[in-house]
């Protein structure tokens, strides 16, 4: 079986998990999820505890099932506590802004970039240089950090950039003075 797929899921208090045919609707204090259930995987509420079983051991039923389970997991934990991602600014002149629900980003472009913000997602700005991504659907906060870093990716010869804020950036050599 599925090492990943075989762990229970434990559902904090304040959580509600409603399971019907096909659909896991989970609802918590942050907010509400849905995922469609895979055919072939079942998911039972025993004493506030998510067990996901698959039907057979076919390999499309064992490739989905510890996916379901990572899913229904990231889900319970997007609604109690959230999840956050970090990026980092850095060069000469680059900054963050806050206005409204747009995020604006002066990146050494000759203009300022606009990025608006989607709904479920709070942006916090710490020092014109820090980014906070929060949120409690994972996918998104993932893919809302990934937007902002893909307007100017961090260049390897100066650093110049956004990046997260864990990310080692392998830095190059730039051209040697000296003809021979």
Avoid: C, W
């Avoid at 900054?95 to 472009?109: I, P, Q, T, V, Y």
């Amino acid at each position: 079986m599925s090492r990943t797929g075989r762990k229970e899921i434990p559902i904090p208090e304040k959580v509600k998990v409603n399971i019907s045919d096909y659909l896991v609707e989970v609802d918590g204090p942050k907010g509400k999820l849905k995922q469609t259930i895979f055919a072939g995987i079942s998911i039972k509420n025993e004493d506030n505890i998510l067990k996901v079983a698959r039907q057979s051991d076919a390999p499309n039923y064992r490739a989905k099932h510890g996916l379901m389970r990572a899913l229904l997991a990231n889900m319970v934990k997007g609604v109690s506590e959230g999840f956050s991602k970090e990026l980092d600014i850095q060069g000469v002149g680059y900054r963050a802004e806050l206005k409204g629900k747009e995020l604006h980003l002066n990146l050494g472009f000759s203009h300022i970039v606009p990025f608006q913000i989607p709904e479920g997602i709070d942006i916090s700005v710490d020092k014109q240089t820090h980014l906070v991504v929060s949120g409690y659907d994972k996918v998104l906060v993932g893919q809302v950090a990934a937007d902002i870093r893909k307007i100017r990716p961090p260049e390897p010869y100066k650093g110049k950039g956004v990046r997260y804020s864990n990310e080692v950036i392998i830095r190059k050599a730039g051209k040697s003075a000296g003809g021979k």
